[in-house]
Structure formats: C-alpha cells, structure tokens
C-alpha cells in the first residue's frame, strides 16, 4: 500500500501565499519553456511554408 505523507498541522506564515516574484528558478523554468515553444512554432510556421515556395 501507498502511504501518504502527513500534512503539517500549521504551515509557516512564510510558505503560506508566497508568490514566486523573486525565485529564481520559476523565472528560469518560465524562460526555458517560453523558449521551447518559440522554438517549436517558428519551425512549425517555415515547415508549413516550405512548399509554397516550390510552387
């Protein structure tokens, strides 16, 4: 069986509603994605248009 882990009873007041303005590494994860799916699209968008340019 699959045992869960206990919750703690009272979170910190720190860890409780902090958003990840200043966390380097949301930043970092944000960026690296934005820059697949860029990556991703512009290749999408000059494969589809490689045959136009054979007509």
């Known amino acids: ?3 869960k882990a206990p919750y703690p009873s009272n ?5 409780e509603g902090k ?3 200043r966390n380097k590494r949301a930043w970092l994860f944000t960026l690296i994605f934005g820059l697949q799916a860029s990556l991703y699209y512009s290749i999408v968008t ?3 248009q490689w045959p136009k340019r054979w007509d």
């Open 1 to 3: 069986m699959i045992k």
């Open 11 to 15: 979170p910190s007041s720190k860890e």
């Open 19 to 21: 958003l990840p303005w």
């Open 46 to 48: 000059w494969l589809l």
